[in-house]
């Protein structure tokens, strides 16, 4: 069957690593059934040829409108697809959205009708804030890391920035690449408008991933490899963090100055 990744290398590399990542994250546990969405802007790798094909659906309402996308096309995962089908199927577990100039609605054009996720509108959202916003950001992903959604069930973890600070002390690392840190937004019903809102004030806060209390993760960055390592390294600390309280002490954790020497040789943000 013919697919629109077929001649189209810069786009087809940008399904692989979508596929590649989707993959990792059913690996880790953090995918079970159809948990978890991956939205990718692909505008900049769609040319003329794939401007002209035509729709393979209905118009579908977006459910609000966002002038930021006007043109713009997007990789969805489907509704209902699983993260570990998706790793092996791409195209027939999501498919290329084309955003019409109202800018409320879209279609589907490659390579089958597959409807994406419920959590579309909120994806969207996000990434019609971060055009707004001038940002490089293309890639937007939310999944279930067990450790880190472990940590929310306690009320101490919920406070601004007090995991960030554990999981950045934990290893340098974490603070090198995830520089800015984890936000939380607390409890709110899935898909609803409140948690979409909720999400794009903790990121306009200055983070690239945001913790949703007692569920998971959603994370931004320029491409999906990029926001996939940054919920990696946070949970790897995560791991560590519950390997010593294991061992039965409380991690010392590195000190504030050792932090902040490492903000400064390496420029990092916060
Ligand atoms: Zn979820």
């Known amino acids: ?21 989707a993959g990792y994250l059913w690996q880790k546990g953090w995918a079970e059934r159809n948990g978890g969405n991956i939205t ?6 769609v040319d003329e040829s794939v401007r002209q094909l035509p729709a393979i659906s209905p118009v579908y309402s977006i459910g609000t409108t966002l002038p930021h996308l006007k043109g713009c096309y997007f990789y969805c995962k489907g509704t209902n697809m699983r993260m570990r089908d998706l790793a092996r199927w791409p195209m027939d577990n999501g498919s290329v959205i084309r955003i019409l100039d109202d800018c409320a609605t879209y279609v589907i054009i490659a390579d089958k009708p597959v409807k994406p996720t419920s959590e579309l509108p ?9 055009l707004a916003k001038g940002s490089p950001y293309r ?10 959604v472990a940590l929310t069930h306690s009320k101490k973890f919920l406070e601004e920035d007090v995991a960030t600070k554990v999981l950045w002390s ?3 690392e974490t603070k090198a690449f995830c520089p800015r840190g984890l936000g939380m937004v607390p409890y709110m019903l899935p898909s609803s408008v409140e948690l979409a809102d909720a999400t794009i004030k903790a990121i306009d ?49 590195m ?14 943000p916060k």
């Open 1 to 21: 069957m013919e697919s629109v990744l077929d001649n189209h290398e810069e786009l087809k590399q940008v399904v692989e690593n979508v596929a590649e990542v």
């Open 40 to 45: 990718v802007n692909i505008t900049e790798q």
């Open 122 to 130: 909120s994806h969207l959202a996000v990434h019609n804030y971060l």
């Open 139 to 148: 890639a937007s992903l939310h999944t279930h890391p067990i450790e880190l």
């Open 170 to 172: 934990m290893i340098p």
């Open 205 to 253: 806060d200055d983070y690239d991933v945001v913790m949703w209390e007692k569920h998971g993760v959603f994370a931004v960055d320029t491409n999906i490899m990029s926001a996939f390592d940054q919920v990696d390294v946070l949970n790897k600390a995560a791991l560590i963090y519950i390997a010593a309280k294991n061992m039965g002490f409380e991690p010392e954790g």
């Open 255 to 268: 000190s504030d100055a050792q932090m902040k020497e490492l903000s400064d040789v390496f420029g990092l």
